[in-house]
């Protein structure tokens, strides 16, 4: 159970990561309820994994009230953790993402500031069904002394820019 908790974690970190490498981060505003984007999509995406978690236990009743525990503990979860994943964070990650995929290389990155690091390492690199080149990566992601890994795709677009499709 505990490496579900984990993938779904990631999956957190990598919804983040993917706004911002497809530069769909705005910094403030933007979001819900007062909370900027980063904040919006750490709740959003936390309560999603915890509904998922908590859809595993229980049964009839007991299985919508876990569910709904495991939603609001998830948008919890996740808008702390985008708190202390600051849009300086995401600037530096996404663009080691993007040196990394174009580059087929490892990158790491940190913000002396916030205390935050990656490294982004591709991990393979194949022909898509529709002949684009794909690279799929790993990226290591370590959030006040929290390692989580999230996994990525991008593909390579016909203007020779990479475009996250996963």
């Known amino acids: ?7 779904l974690r990631a999956t957190t970190i990598a919804v983040a990561a993917a706004l911002s490498l497809a530069a769909c981060q705005t910094g403030n505003g933007g979001g819900i ?8 999509v750490g709740t959003l995406g936390g309560a999603v994994a915890g509904g998922l978690l908590g859809s595993r236990f229980g049964g009839g009743a007991g299985k919508l009230a876990t569910t709904a525990i495991g939603t609001l503990l998830g948008a919890y979860a ?3 953790l985008a708190r202390q994943f600051g849009p300086a964070d995401q600037s530096r990650a996404s663009d080691a993402e993007e ?3 174009a580059n087929n290389q490892t990158i790491t ?4 500031q916030s205390g935050n690091s990656g490294t982004i390492q591709p991990v393979r690199t194949y022909q898509g069904n529709d002949g684009q080149t ?6 290591t992601v370590v959030i006040d002394g929290r390692t989580e890994v999230a996994r ?4 390579r677009q016909p203007d020779g820019s990479w475009r996250l499709v996963s």
């Open 109 to 112: 990155w940190n913000n002396p």
């Open 134 to 139: 794909c690279r799929d990566y790993n990226h």
């Open 1 to 7: 159970m505990l490496t579900f908790t984990k993938r």
């Open 99 to 101: 040196r990394a995929v």
């Open 78 to 80: 996740g808008q702390q």
């Open 152 to 155: 990525g795709t991008a593909c």
């Open 33 to 40: 309820g007062g909370m900027n984007t980063t904040e919006t």
